[in-house]
């Protein structure tokens, strides 16, 4: 999964001009492309997580960084029309209330300003795809909330937003190489041609 967000993020980046503009990282975990986006040269860069103990992993690395930690859906610590780019990558899976996030997003944001997700994609995971980590010697899986990506879509077109790409990434020969390190060929017969991750480029 990480291998095929960065892709999509490496695409993304190809497209767009970060210098001066204001960016927030929603969902910004350890900071895992803040490297790449301050070395575009915005002129502020935000993070918010629901993860205290991620976000603190982020100013070890960043110490001047602006961070927020989230508590609701509600973004009130941020002001109206004050963001140019929100970036969201492989979070809105762990939202089930999807449409509270996106009204607050489009409050956010500038007139056109624009959003770029990165998420699991809905296929897949109906397909019975899950995520989890291994803790004290167990499996915990992370609960999944499936948002098709038609419907993201449509929800995005009601707040005036249109979509400039939309991309997807399916299990392949390309990447046929991670399960075979992981000895697990049979998983990746079941899930091949699948798609497993989406992007959403839009704009206001």
Same mark, same amino acid.
């Given at each position: 999964?990480? @291998?095929?967000?960065?892709?999509?993020?490496?695409?993304?980046?190809?497209?767009?001009?970060?210098?001066?503009?204001?960016?927030?990282?929603?969902?910004?975990?350890?900071?895992?492309?803040?490297?790449?986006?301050?070395?575009? +040269?915005?002129?502020?860069? =935000?993070?918010?997580?629901? !993860?205290? !103990?991620?976000?603190?992993?982020?100013?070890?690395?960043?110490? *001047? !960084?602006? +961070?927020?930690?989230?508590?609701?859906?509600?973004?009130?610590?941020?002001?109206?029309?004050?963001? *140019?780019?929100?970036? !969201?990558?492989?979070?809105? =899976?762990?939202?089930?209330?999807?449409?509270?996030?996106?009204?607050?997003?489009?409050?956010?944001?500038?007139?056109?300003?624009?959003?770029?997700?990165?998420?699991?994609?809905? *296929?897949?995971?109906?397909?019975?795809?899950?995520?989890?980590?291994?803790?004290?010697? /167990? +499996?915990?899986?992370?609960?999944? @909330?499936?948002?098709? =990506?038609?419907?993201?879509?449509?929800?995005?077109?009601?707040?005036?937003? +249109?979509?400039?790409?939309?991309?997807?990434?399916?299990?392949?020969? *390309?990447?046929?190489?991670? @399960?075979?390190?992981?000895?697990?060929?049979?998983?990746?017969?079941?899930?091949?041609?699948?798609?497993?991750?989406?992007?959403?480029?839009?704009? /206001?």
């Amino acid at each position: 999964m990480l @291998y095929f967000d960065g892709l999509l993020f490496e695409e993304f980046l190809t497209k767009v001009n970060l210098n001066g503009k204001r960016i927030l990282d929603f969902g910004c975990g350890t900071g895992r492309y803040w490297k790449k986006l301050l070395e575009r +040269t915005p002129i502020q860069l =935000v993070g918010c997580d629901i !993860s205290k !103990s991620m976000m603190e992993k982020l100013k070890e690395k960043y110490p *001047d !960084s602006e +961070t927020y930690t989230l508590q609701n859906n509600k973004l009130n610590f941020l002001d109206d029309n004050s963001f *140019d780019f929100i970036i !969201s990558t492989l979070v809105i =899976v762990d939202i089930p209330n999807i449409e509270d996030i996106f009204k607050e997003w489009n409050r956010l944001l500038k007139k056109e300003g624009e959003i770029f997700i990165t998420d699991f994609h809905p *296929d897949a995971l109906k397909k019975g795809a899950k995520r989890t980590f291994n803790k004290n010697g /167990k +499996t915990i899986t992370i609960k999944n @909330y499936i948002h098709p =990506v038609e419907k993201l879509e449509h929800m995005f077109s009601s707040f005036g937003f +249109t979509v400039i790409n939309r991309n997807e990434k399916i299990i392949d020969e *390309d990447v046929k190489e991670f @399960y075979v390190k992981k000895n697990a060929l049979n998983i990746y017969e079941e899930y091949k041609n699948v798609p497993m991750i989406y992007s959403l480029h839009l704009r /206001k």
